[in-house]
């Protein structure tokens, strides 16, 4: 019982200082939040350039907004993995913690990353796109977190495949394309239906995909993360 | 053997046959096949088109199925199968679009319209994309096993999602799709005559028998590429 007990904290303690170590060496550099924010103000005004005077359908403003938030999480999310081997960090980490807890660590880290995108997307774009209205509050909010979560699941464990290949950077957005469609095509729809106004029941079964999509994904993230991750 | 011509008879059959028979708007004796309105000849599609349409389908299971083999056993022969699989899968989803593109145009009006089957074999045809962009940028074979293995495993989980997505958010323009009396379901009760359903299940078997044996050839040719590796 109580050697149970220790292995769960002991596990949860390097979960945590993973996530701690990511955080504080991002801090540090501010490579991963630079390179987010600036690709999020890059693309919102690509986007306002090219619509200049003229608005757009809410339709597809909607769609755009996830464009934006996708490009952005492609350039950033993959960091936290591709440091390790630039570093040459990989072996020591194998040696200190448990896979999983390692992979969990880096979701978190992830997660909050991407959450933080997509608070300043959202604020940005929601702020100088004057045609971009949400009518349906809920509906959004649902979208947004559950997006993030989901996004932060299948981002951390292709960022882990990328790593060990040798093409790190082109690579990261073809592999994730496919297995995030599902989630983009779910969220964009609920956005469509935020900003149509529809009511909270429309959109039930959005969410039950993406809730779904997010425990299928991170099951089987976690259950493979130990392929990747031993040699 | 046995398998190559028993795919190449049936599979010459379905060709004489499903290009061949005279099509009758009131069909009297068996080898004449019914004309549905506003398909006409279009309809002989079906003989060729969901067939790959089916292979490319088998053969992304296949290929999944492998990769899990590989991940248990760590046996090269696993990932030579599994790769195996995904290129003729890769071929055939290129044979099916170009087919169904082309009969859209003259069918639909234009070669691509976004109908769930369409972005579904798309979305097939990335994953394959992307599986094999992976599968080149890793040098090691154990390593490229092991990513690609654990990559094809984690897009095949996601794929099922766009069984429900779909419906959601487009209508179809294929037969089983919403908006379809017949139903918006995975699997198509095709309103078929007698004869035309022979034919067509007829190349169902054989389109899956020249599967077996393309595969088997190409797990044969790797199997002594690698030997011929080994000799230098």
């Known amino acids: ?231 | 053997m046995v398998v190559k011509v028993l795919s190449g008879v049936l599979l010459t059959l379905v060709i004489i046959l499903g290009l061949g028979l005279p099509m009758s708007p009131h069909p009297q004796s068996w080898y004449e096949l019914p004309v549905i309105p506003g398909l006409e000849d279009k309809a002989r599609i079906i003989f060729f088109h969901v067939p790959m349409a089916w292979l490319s389908v088998i053969a992304f299971l296949t290929s999944m199925y492998y990769a899990i083999a590989y991940l248990r056993t760590r046996q090269m022969k696993n990932d030579v199968r599994s790769s195996a699989a995904a290129g003729l899968g890769l071929l055939f989803c290129i044979l099916a679009t170009l087919t169904g593109a082309v009969w859209a145009k003259f069918n639909w009006g234009s070669y691509w319209n976004w109908d769930p089957r369409e972005t579904s074999i798309f979305v097939l045809l990335l994953i394959y994309g992307a599986y094999f962009s992976l599968r080149s940028a890793v040098e090691t074979e154990e390593k490229r096993a092991t990513l690609s293995s654990v990559y094809s495993i984690i897009a095949a989980v996601t794929v099922p999602f766009f069984i429900f997505i779909m419906p959601r958010i487009m209508t179809g323009l294929h037969p089983g799709a919403k908006g379809d009396p017949e139903g918006a379901g995975p699997v198509v009760e095709f309103k078929m005559s007698p004869n035309m359903r022979l034919i067509f299940y007829t190349s169902l078997v054989a389109f899956t028998l020249l599967f077996y044996w393309l595969f088997q050839l190409r797990v044969r040719a790797a199997a002594l590429e690698a030997h011929n590796d080994q000799r230098g």
């Open chain 1, 1 to 231: 019982m109580e050697a149970a007990e220790s292995a769960r904290t002991s596990y949860l303690r390097s979960l945590r200082s993973v996530f701690l170590k990511d955080w504080l060496s991002e801090l540090r550099t501010r490579y991963a939040i630079s390179a987010l924010l600036m690709f999020v103000v890059t693309t919102i005004s690509i986007i306002l350039f090219s619509l200049g005077s003229e608005g757009a359908p809410p339709d597809a403003l909607s769609g755009m907004l996830w464009v934006v938030i996708f490009f952005g999480a492609m350039s950033g999310l993959s960091r936290t993995f591709v440091m390790e081997e630039e570093r040459g960090t990989t072996l020591t980490l194998q040696l200190l913690a448990p896979p999983s807890a390692i992979f969990f660590g880096k979701l978190l880290f992830n997660l909050v990353l991407i959450t933080g995108l997509n608070a300043v997307s959202v604020a940005l774009y929601a702020a100088f796109i004057t045609g971009f209205v949400i009518k349906t509050v809920s509906i959004f909010l649902a979208a947004v977190v559950l997006g993030s979560l989901g996004f932060a699941s299948a981002a951390t464990i292709i960022a882990a495949i990328i790593a060990r290949a040798n093409t790190r950077g082109t690579l990261y957005p073809v592999l994730s394309f496919p297995i995030l469609l599902p989630l983009l095509l779910t969220v964009i729809h609920a956005t469509q239906l935020a900003s149509d106004g529809a009511p909270f029941s429309e959109a039930i079964g959005e969410i039950q995909i993406l809730i779904s999509y997010i425990v299928v994904v991170t099951t089987a993230a976690y259950m493979l993360f130990d392929y990747i991750w031993k040699d």
